[in-house]
């Protein structure tokens, strides 16, 4: 990491939870030499206990980061600097010697798979970003890991930050704590590096109290030496570094030279009248309802649906030749517009506590809010939407932004599978790839065998989203 290149002022940092002392040399090494560059006040090693969540939660609500729901338990709302609302994918970046190991070339214009950064060029952008950063704060460590603990399709990682948000979000999205540092021992662990790049004192006033950096934002992967380094944002898939940037970019590099895939896929296991249950994988662009039938809830009689995972599938063969796929994850990060009763009833069912929410209304009775929520307010109660102002259906701007997350614990879904935190994974008897498409194609079609799925999942085609004007249908490989 270019954090051994600089030359910080040796300030050594208060260690307020957790002892350096014990632990492995290779993590205490990454703790120390990031807290000389990034100069915090104090040093958190993070337990993952439920007395350390509580206190996390009653710092950002004296912070005014957040405020308590009260007609959920124990769920919260943030509201973030209007300028910090989603991941970024123009300040996402691939660091590699060569720019072909990142992305295809493109005989004009920019690459839209992706977005390559030189090496020189992000050792420039690191040091004018990270020295001095965290400044007045504290650094939490989080030791957490993608899978269950103990499965042989798990990996373990180690975040930095300065965000108690991403410590109480990354609690929530991944197995997190004391119990992951016993389990790592000396091992390996994908190295990540976040802040918010708001050193203390601040040099301008916050936006609803939510500390960021907008004109420095960048995410960087440097997937030769299985790092994240991510400045700016405290938001979403740009902060909590086990999710996008761990389980799918960084994990797909790992995957590819272990001989196993990670892959943007939802896992369900569906079960007929006759009893018989079998398991799928399932590619679709973003919104496209993915979260939807992963929860679904079957009208046909006699069928069950469970839900595994509903974003991402961490799958390798085992030695059988079976392919058995495990969800990486902890959590559903799950958009909270059009999510209703009518739409994903168990959604519904799962946020009912133990939930962050993220950038959607407030109603004066403490209860959530966001457009397709098909929910009837009683007599008298307002809305505040998630930029602070009174709302009614008559105002022009939502009352969430369109990217409004829910975060919530997968343990909680009530059609959660029993075999969801199995160590050797699901088996996967087929893989589904769809997307929206306006017109032109069978609802449903089959493949005649693998390699005709394989040229199928790869010329996949998805209606585009509203971002695209004039473009009515775009090519998605990736989904």
Known sequence: MPSQQQKPRNIPS???????????????????SNAKLCQPEAIHICDGSENENKKILELMEEQGMIKKLGKYENCWLACTDPRDVARIESKTVIVTQERRDTIPVPRSGVSQLGRWMSEEDFEKAFSVRFPGCMAGRTMYVIPFSMGPIGSPLSKFGIELTDSPYVVASMRIMTRMGTSVLEALGNGEFVKCLHSVGCPLPLKRALVCNWPCNPDLT?????????????FGSGYGGNSLLGKKCFALRIASRI????????EHMLILGITNPEGKKKYFAAAFPSACGKTNLAMMKPTLPGWKIECVGDDIAWMKFDDQGNLRAINPENGFFGVAPGTSVKTNPNAIKTI????????????SDGDVYWEGIDKE?????????WKNKEWTAKNEEPCAHPNSRFCTPASQCPIIDPAWEAPEGVPIEGIIF????????????????WQHGVFIGATMRSEATAADLGIIVEHDPAA
């Open 14 to 32: 208060k260690v307020v939870q957790g002892d350096l002392k014990c632990l492995a040399p290779d993590v205490r090494d990454f703790i120390e």
């Open 434 to 449: 769809g997307g929206r498409r306006p017109e032109g194609v069978p609802l449903v079609y089959e493949a005649f065998n």
């Open 218 to 230: 960048l995410i960087a992967h440097i997937p030769d030496h299985r790092e994240i380094i991510s």
């Open 377 to 385: 307010l009683d007599p008298g109660v307002t809305i505040t939407s």
């Open 255 to 262: 995957a590819k030279e272990e001989g196993w895939l990670a």
């Open 352 to 363: 009912q506590k133990n939930t962050i929410f993220t950038n959607v209304g407030l109603t």
